[in-house]
């Protein structure tokens, strides 16, 4: 079983456990609908991406 040659620091190991953070996505405006959707995604709204119609969603009547 693999141990530790030397002790870590508190310092050494809580500076490393430091950056363990979560980032916000990445939001962008979609050229068609001008809502916010994710980066490189088809948009939710619309079903555009890249400037064509990928999917073809179907409306909820309510």
Request: hydrophobic share 30%.
């Amino acid at each position: 079983m693999a141990l530790p040659k030397e002790k870590v620091s508190k310092a050494r190991g809580r500076s490393r456990r430091a950056n363990w953070k979560l980032n916000p996505p990445t939001l962008v405006e979609c050229t068609q609908c001008h809502q916010l959707k994710l980066a490189h995604r088809v948009c939710k709204h619309c079903g555009y991406y890249d400037g064509k119609q990928v999917v073809v969603l179907e409306k909820a009547e309510a």
